[in-house]
């Protein structure tokens, strides 16, 4: 199913509510969404060029999409706000950069560039990752819950 002309039909209009669903999901589930499922839903299923999914994939990601799950995570204590901000400031100037780069290239090399990439992510994942136990839950970011009194 290919979105034509910009056509906000009822069909366009479910497919993107599922796409969004399911990488809100993913998202919340392993922290993944925006431009390993978003991206290539919008490539695959609504007929997108693959510079039109990225950018529609960052516009959806400049909101706060994430908010509720990021609000569970650091109730929980896994969320480090110092480690957030520094990214997210490093996140900027690189977004920066990086569209400047995919916008001088052709699409189909764009294209390309992110399928080698996952591919490269995802043969890491599953063939080169040592086993290792996960980190304890952030110190400091535990300590900025409200403790219960009584016990």
């Known amino acids: 199913m290919a979105i034509k002309n910009n056509q906000m039909t009822a069909t366009t209009i479910v497919l993107l ?14 922290g993944i969404g925006g431009g ?4 290539p839903a919008l490539v695959l ?5 693959q510079k039109l999914a990225q950018g529609t994939s960052l516009g959806i990601l400049l909101l ?12 929980q204590g896994y969320l ?7 990214t997210a400031i490093a996140f ?22 992110f399928a080698i990439i996952l591919m490269l992510i995802a043969l890491k994942m599953l063939f080169f990752d040592k086993g290792k ?10 300590s900025t819950k409200i403790e219960q009194s009584g016990n």
């Not at 996960?134 to 970011?141: L, N």
Request: glycine share 12%; proline share 5%.
């Open 133 to 142: 136990p996960a980190p304890a839950k952030d110190p400091a970011a535990s």
């Open 64 to 75: 706060p999409v994430g908010i509720l799950a990021v609000i569970q995570y650091y109730k």
């Open 17 to 30: 509510i599922v796409i969004g669903l399911a990488a809100g999901f993913l998202s919340g589930l392993i």
């Open 45 to 49: 299923l609504a007929g997108f060029s």
């Open 92 to 113: 900027v100037l690189g977004g920066f950069l990086g569209s400047k780069l995919a916008l001088s290239m052709s699409d189909e090399k764009v294209k390309k560039a």
């Open 80 to 86: 480090n706000i110092h480690y957030v901000g520094i």
């Open 36 to 39: 390993v499922i978003i991206v």
